[in-house]
């Protein structure tokens, strides 16, 4: 089994920041690229930031380039999505993973349960 725990969601004014945080266990941590994936209302899953181990590669959705920066944390086996400058277009249920090399969906192996992110104008 696989433990994703998210934290970090809420509510933000459009130009604002939040930063997101999802810890697992060491092999997870180790064994895995970890990003994040979101779907707003009425709209499919999207994949919005990918970060993998040892290489410490970084993939980026075209939507958030330059606003978000997705980073590991080795002592807390823990990964960070640092949104900011965020918009409107920002707001969604954010899910931490595992897999899902170049953003893509169907390459997900495991999924956090999601936290809201909500940005008004």
């Known amino acids: 089994q696989v433990r994703l725990t998210e934290s970090g969601g809420g509510s933000v004014q459009a130009g604002g920041s939040l930063r997101l945080s999802c810890g697992t266990t060491a092999d997870i941590y180790r064994g895995f690229c970890m990003g994040w994936f979101r779907q707003a209302p009425g709209k499919e899953r999207e994949g919005v930031a990918i970060?993998?181990?040892?290489?410490?590669?970084?993939y980026y959705a075209d939507s958030v380039k330059g606003r978000f920066t997705v980073s590991r944390d080795d002592a807390n086996n823990m990964i960070h999505l640092q949104m900011n400058n965020m918009t409107p277009e920002d707001t969604a249920m954010y899910f931490c993973?595992?897999?899902?090399?170049?953003?893509?969906?169907?390459?997900?192996?495991?999924w956090g349960q999601g936290t809201q992110v909500t940005v008004s104008s």
């Open positions: 970060v993998c181990p040892v290489s410490r590669t970084n």
């Open positions: 993973t595992t897999g899902g090399s170049r953003l893509r969906v169907a390459l997900v192996s495991n």
